[in-house]
């Protein structure tokens, strides 16, 4: 096997009652935004930020921030803003300040205004806006916004503020009145990026539905171009100085020229990888960030730059991890790259994996022969057996959609697919598939499926839950359960038989009869958003979120880790593996933190 070279830190701490050892592998290559600051490029990332000069020659970095930096912004005046983890960081005239009012705060993006504000988005605290040193905070409480998880800002030639919701669509703000898009499909659209034309058309890049224009009065969708985005990740969006549009992806790069569409990709160009993040154009030439490179393009070629770390982890955000029969942890990247533990460090398989295909959540899966199954969000399933990838889709099997967001094993063995048109069920030879028409589910975007032991099915779903059993289909939602919401992204059945769920406002817990759910009147999981959850051997609770780091709860008490009080690698907690020796693995956004109690 080929061996990353990784850096890790062990930090030992005492939280309250409980001693803990918590050990992180970092990812320092993923690109996180761009800025182009006259004859420099400031490029910043999980570790830090790096500067070259405009032909890619690393000039200095600064990497020993103890942050995480997500967004960068420069003012009229040259002032420089950071958006971190932890709140906003200042650069002006070679001096670093920070918004004291603004700590603690999670900034996930920056706009500029044209009237000498800045506006900040954050993940769960709304919108915040800075003028002459006064703040102002917008959020679901005294504005029309409809949650306070905000993926995108903009601020266009008009000064209209243009805010991106995550999974609930997308607001626009003239200083006075928020105004609702309509014409963005709220219940779904993902907002990642906004940009302004040279003819003021408005382009809005979305996480699974395409791209939308705003002109003269008239919207357009760009969701199957051919060859194109449809149902793919777009990640950034820029208009140079021809007014030609660049859209990053998770499947490559395309431009558009105002009447054709160009795609760049590993089979086509001299990029290394289809996952595109960032880009910034210089006035000559386009910067790309990869999400285990960057390239600067010139000359229809794309250059890789070499911009060593003090780090040289070399290894893309893994988003799903898992178990094989002998207890080993192997876990996927957003390429569909596998990795597996050897006990001391992370290595790639030694069989190249790469598929270089989008997988946002990856539901990740091993069979009892130590065959790999990896869901993809755009192309379907994947079977990795023997060193052969084998794809299933709606065009060569029976499988019910191709934007894939669970996976699980029957007692029989026969493969569960958890899709966002339903689930499907295969043997190895036959698919069964079910949706909301033909069976007791709430609705036909399903997230994951688990089993009791004795075969009784729960379906969790984005408008409820569905349970199957002796030929019975029974259905939950907040008409009839005592849950925080509808939407519903995991589930456990611990050793009581009591099931557990996990939603973007919290947690519940069923034990057959009655309801409990878990809100700021008795937990300190709030409304957080959870992302995923697991029970140790001691039967103790663990729930990740969204950027707000690690819940543990013992059936009475709850305790939350965050990067601020703890040496967990990032906020952002994809997934949390428990092992053999009851050690938690927690698979975060920029890396893999290993604890043990």
């Not at 449809?230 to 660049?246: E, G, P």
């Not at 878990?518 to 995923?532: A, F, M, P, Q, W």
Request: with cysteine; proline share 1%.
């Amino acid at each position: 096997m080929k061996r990353i070279l990784l850096s890790c830190f062990l930090v030992i701490f005492a939280n309250l009652c409980m001693s803990q050892k918590m050990t992180s592998f970092l990812n320092t290559q993923l690109t996180s935004d761009i800025l182009i600051n006259q004859d420099e490029v400031w490029i910043c990332s999980t570790s830090g930020i790096k500067r070259t000069d405009l032909k890619g020659n690393l000039l200095n970095q600064f990497e020993d921030f103890n942050y995480q930096v997500n967004c960068l912004k420069k003012d009229k005046k040259g002032k420089i803003w950071i958006g971190t983890n932890d709140g906003v960081l200042t650069y002006f005239k070679g001096k670093w300040d920070n918004i004291k009012e603004l700590k603690g705060k999670f900034i996930s993006t920056i706009a500029i205004g044209n009237k000498g504000e800045v506006w900040f988005g954050t993940n769960s605290n709304g919108v915040f806006k800075s003028k002459r040193g006064e703040i102002e905070n917008f959020n679901t409480k005294n504005s029309k916004l409809k949650s306070n998880s905000i993926s995108c800002l903009f601020m266009d030639s008009s000064n209209l503020l243009w805010c991106g919701q995550m999974l609930v669509g997308l607001l626009t703000f003239d200083g006075k009145i928020w105004k609702e898009i309509e014409q963005i499909d709220k219940s779904s659209v993902w907002v990642t990026s906004i940009v302004e034309g040279q003819n003021k058309e408005i382009w809005i890049g979305t996480l699974i539905n395409g791209i939308y224009q705003y002109k003269d009065d008239n919207w357009q969708n760009f969701s199957n171009i051919p060859d194109g985005f449809s149902a793919y990740m777009v990640s950034d969006i820029i208009v140079d100085s021809q007014n030609t549009t660049w859209v990053a992806t998770s499947s490559g790069l395309f431009c558009f020229d105002g009447l054709n569409w160009k795609k760049y990709n590993t089979s086509n160009s001299s990029l290394k990888t289809n996952h595109i993040k960032k880009l910034a154009f210089d006035g000559k030439n386009l910067w790309v960030g990869g999400a285990s490179g960057f390239y600067l393009f010139e000359n229809n070629h794309f250059k890789l730059l070499n911009l060593p770390s003090k780090n040289e982890v070399n290894i893309s955000r893994i988003v799903n991890a898992t178990f094989d029969n002998a207890g080993n942890i192997w876990a996927v990247n957003q390429g569909m790259k596998l990795i597996q533990y050897n006990g001391n460090s992370f290595e790639y398989s030694a069989v190249d994996t790469t598929k270089e295909i989008e997988c946002v959540k990856c539901p990740f899966v091993i069979d009892s022969l130590g065959n790999k199954w990896i869901g993809s969000q755009n192309t379907g399933l994947y079977k990795f057996e023997n060193g052969i990838w084998k794809n299933y889709n709606t065009k060569n099997s029976g499988i019910i959609g191709d934007i894939i967001f669970g996976l699980d094993f029957d007692k029989s063995g026969a493969l569960w697919v958890s899709t966002g048109y339903g689930e499907s069920r295969f043997d190895g030879r036959n698919w069964i598939n079910y949706t909301n028409t033909n069976s007791g589910l709430c609705t036909n975007f399903v997230n994951t499926v688990k089993f009791e032991e004795n075969g009784k099915q729960w379906f969790a779903t984005a408008k409820g839950i569905s349970s199957y059993f002796n030929n019975t289909w029974t259905k939950y939602d907040i008409s009839n359960a005592i849950i925080p919401d509808d939407s519903f992204r995991d589930m456990l059945i611990d050793r009581n038989g009591d099931k557990w769920f996990c939603s973007g406002k919290g947690v519940s817990k069923f034990d057959n009869v009655s309801w409990i759910k878990y809100d700021l009147t008795n937990s300190t999981i709030g409304k957080h958003e959870v992302t995923c959850m697991a029970i140790d051997k001691n039967g103790i609770k663990w729930f990740g979120t969204y950027n707000d780091g690690l819940f543990r709860f013992d059936g009475l008490e709850w305790k939350h880790f965050t990067t601020k009080d703890s040496r967990i690698a990032s906020d952002d907690i994809r997934k949390i593996l428990v092992d053999k020796n009851n050690v938690k693995w927690l698979f975060c956004g920029v890396g893999i933190t290993k604890l043990e109690e």
